[in-house]
């Protein structure tokens, strides 16, 4: 994950948020930080009429906004680089950035109304987490709380029924070694059963085929990486991650569902729960097979 990091920044608490967990994951893997601020693309069309007293106010409020959040930064172990970008959209506009950048991480922040230390998506994640090719994080609420200092704690990779098919575990492993960090591969695999059969025997039959998915996952890891594999349990994916226990400066790992096109990121259905849950960053990592 070394290399350049791009952050959607806005000014508010969400891109407070975005920017202190980029930062702090610049900080643990010696990334560069890219905070982009990106405005209307009209603003910037020769083509179309605009106001220019609104433009030019729009730039210069821009400008004042990323020098704020280059002082909060206040980091010199960050070497941080700032930015404004003209894009239909925001997500748009961050996609185009980390390809300009050649970034392996897009952050941005949770949905204003989330509860603190979880993760709500907004209009702009929602359209990041169906449709970049870039890894993306999501930031909680609250994120900027979290001292910088703290760094990386622990690695998770949320192990899906196939782990070998996409660069999940590539990228967890790469995370962990980057930011020297310690990796923990979760299972959290529903089993689909008919209705009515004993619990006690859905509960066995889930935590065999949850060992199954993790021995297979830890066949690939590379031989240098030393990863601890648990199988959560739970009548729901919620029940299990609540179950679970988590560290302050952790950071999840999910891959995306095979709804995805190839190269490209889906937030699937069980991510999606977890999110709801997580009282972690979660970064969600584009398929890679066809």
Do not use: C
Request: overall charge negative.
């Amino acid at each position: 994950m070394n290399g350049r990091i791009v952050v959607g920044y806005t000014a508010d608490d969400s891109g407070a948020d975005a920017l202190a967990l980029g930062t702090r994951i610049a900080r643990a893997s010696e990334a560069i930080l890219d905070v982009v601020m990106v405005l209307p693309s009209e603003a910037h069309n020769s083509t179309v009429p605009t106001d220019t007293g609104y433009e030019r106010f729009l730039r210069g409020q821009s400008r004042e906004w990323l020098a704020e959040a280059s002082e909060s930064l206040d980091d010199e172990d960050v070497v941080q680089s700032l930015h404004m970008r003209y894009a239909e959209s925001f997500a748009e506009g961050l996609i185009a950035a980390a390809h300009e950048f050649g970034a392996s991480l897009i952050v941005v922040g949770a949905a204003r109304g989330g509860l603190l230390g979880r993760s709500r998506i907004g209009s702009v994640a929602n359209e990041l987490l169906h449709s970049s090719d870039v890894p993306v994080a999501l930031a909680p609420v609250g994120s900027r709380d979290v001292p910088v200092a703290q760094g990386v704690t622990r690695v998770t990779a949320a192990i899906g029924t196939r782990p070998g098919a996409d660069a999940l575990l590539e990228a967890s492993v790469r995370l962990a070694r980057t930011t020297h960090a310690p990796l923990r591969l979760v299972s959290l695999v529903p089993i689909d059963l008919p209705a009515g059969l004993d619990e006690g025997l859905v509960e066995l039959t889930g935590t065999v085929h949850a060992d199954e998915v993790l021995h297979t996952a830890r066949r690939e890891l590379p031989a240098t990486i030393d990863a601890t594999a648990i199988a959560a349990t739970g009548a729901t994916i919620e029940e299990a991650v609540r179950g679970l226990d988590w560290h302050d400066g952790e950071l999840v790992l999910v891959g995306s569902s095979r709804l995805a096109a190839p190269r490209h990121l889906f937030l699937g259905s069980t991510a999606t729960k977890m999110l709801r849950e997580l009282p972690v960053p979660m970064i969600v990592v584009p398929r890679t097979t066809t």
